[in-house]
């Protein structure tokens, strides 16, 4: 039976274990949300760890996330990213889901950059832009599944962590300065708050009609728990959803969301927001303006 709670020594012997494989020492951590791994093949002086190898880890069973840890350099900077991550829906306890931040902590990372797909609440989104994450929803939070929920480990933060500077401010000003210089459409990149739902299915007409009164952009069913976690022990984080789909708010609809769709748009769309990552390292390599 694997073990849903860890004590901190769970957290270090898998940063022990990690720390005897690899001389990388990474900064950055980068996870890659649904069709954005190809990021990953990026990484020069690439070192890979499938999670069924890496003590304590939990796998990932979602088609689309490939399942392992990679260790390199992105544009000259040292950086560890998961390919693949863990979800709520896939039956994991948020503890678990939120695993690899904690170890990512204490491999002496300072900034968390996490991607993911995502369906677009706001009617001036379109299919292939980007969100920069500015805020987001713990909607599993309103019903007490939140990460931190138990007794709380001081060695990685505060019983009760500020969430209202959760995005790092600095970084999204950098990101939409770096959007500007490069080649890109400016309206394909857009800013504001994502949703997280637990998931497996996808939103009916009313919850979506909800989600966007209650003032969400767009809506996933990953990144919140990772995010909390990484705040709690004093991670910068940053973030972007690449939107894959437009959610329907509309009962005339004769579309619906599908896994395919999300992957396919993934698939096309990932490239920018692969060659934007690889372009922002420049700046997120810099500590500047981290909390702690
Ligand atoms: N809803 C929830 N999660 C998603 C969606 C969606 O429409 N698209 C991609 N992930």
């Given at each position: 039976?694997?073990?849903?709670?860890?004590?901190?020594?769970?957290?270090?012997?898998?940063?022990?274990?990690?720390?005897?494989?690899?001389t990388?020492?990474?900064?950055?951590?980068?996870?890659?949300?649904?069709?954005?791994?190809?990021?990953?093949?990026?990484?020069?002086?690439?070192?890979?760890?499938?999670?069924?190898?890496?003590?304590?880890?939990?796998?990932?069973?979602?088609?689309g996330?490939?399942?392992?840890?990679?260790?390199?350099?992105?544009?000259?900077?040292s950086?560890?990213?998961?390919q693949?991550?863990?979800?709520?829906?896939?039956?994991?306890?948020l503890?678990?889901?939120t695993?690899?931040?904690?170890?990512?902590?204490?491999l002496?990372?300072?900034?968390?950059?996490?991607?993911?797909?995502?369906?677009?609440?706001?009617?001036?989104?379109?299919?292939?832009?980007?969100?920069?994450?500015?805020?987001?929803?713990?909607?599993?939070?309103?019903?007490?599944?939140?990460?931190?929920?138990?007794?709380?480990?001081?060695?990685?933060?505060?019983?009760?962590?500020?969430?209202?500077?959760?995005?790092?401010?600095?970084?999204?000003?950098?990101?939409?300065?770096?959007?500007?210089?490069?080649d890109?459409?400016?309206?394909?990149?857009?800013?504001?708050?994502?949703?997280?739902?637990?998931?497996?299915?996808?939103?009916?007409?009313?919850?979506?009609?909800?989600?966007?009164?209650?003032?969400?952009?767009?809506?996933?069913?990953?990144?919140?728990?990772?995010?909390?976690?990484?705040?709690?022990?004093?991670?910068?984080?940053?973030?972007?959803?690449?939107?894959?789909?437009?959610?329907?708010?509309?009962?005339?609809?004769?579309?619906?969301?599908?896994?395919?769709?999300?992957?396919?748009?993934?698939?096309?769309?990932?490239?920018?927001?692969?060659?934007?990552?690889?372009?922002?390292?420049?700046?997120?390599?810099?500590?500047?303006?981290?909390?702690?």
């Amino acid at each position: 039976m694997e073990k849903d709670e860890y004590t901190y020594e769970d957290y270090q012997e898998t940063f022990n274990w990690l720390k005897r494989k690899t001389t990388l020492q990474p900064k950055v951590a980068v996870i890659c949300g649904s069709g954005l791994g190809g990021l990953a093949d990026k990484l020069t002086q690439p070192e890979v760890f499938y999670y069924k190898d890496i003590p304590n880890f939990p796998r990932s069973t979602v088609e689309g996330h490939a399942g392992c840890l990679v260790f390199g350099y992105l544009n000259g900077q040292s950086c560890v990213m998961m390919q693949g991550r863990f979800h709520m829906y896939e039956g994991y306890s948020l503890k678990k889901v939120t695993f690899p931040v904690r170890v990512f902590k204490l491999l002496g990372v300072h900034t968390l950059i996490v991607t993911n797909a995502a369906g677009g609440l706001n009617p001036n989104f379109e299919v292939g832009d980007i969100m920069l994450i500015r805020d987001h929803i713990n909607l599993p939070g309103f019903s007490g599944q939140n990460p931190l929920r138990g007794p709380n480990e001081e060695r990685f933060g505060t019983r009760f962590p500020a969430m209202s500077d959760a995005y790092d401010r600095n970084l999204r000003c950098l990101a939409r300065e770096t959007w500007r210089q490069m080649d890109f459409k400016k309206r394909e990149l857009q800013e504001g708050t994502y949703v997280m739902l637990a998931g497996p299915n996808f939103e009916t007409v009313a919850e979506c009609r909800l989600l966007q009164r209650l003032g969400a952009d767009a809506v996933g069913m990953s990144t919140v728990p990772e995010v909390i976690v990484a705040r709690h022990c004093g991670l910068r984080v940053f973030g972007f959803s690449l939107i894959t789909n437009k959610v329907i708010m509309d009962y005339d609809s004769l579309e619906t969301a599908n896994h395919q769709e999300v992957l396919e748009t993934g698939i096309n769309a990932a490239h920018k927001l692969e060659k934007f990552i690889f372009r922002l390292m420049e700046h997120v390599s810099k500590p500047e303006g981290i909390p702690h």
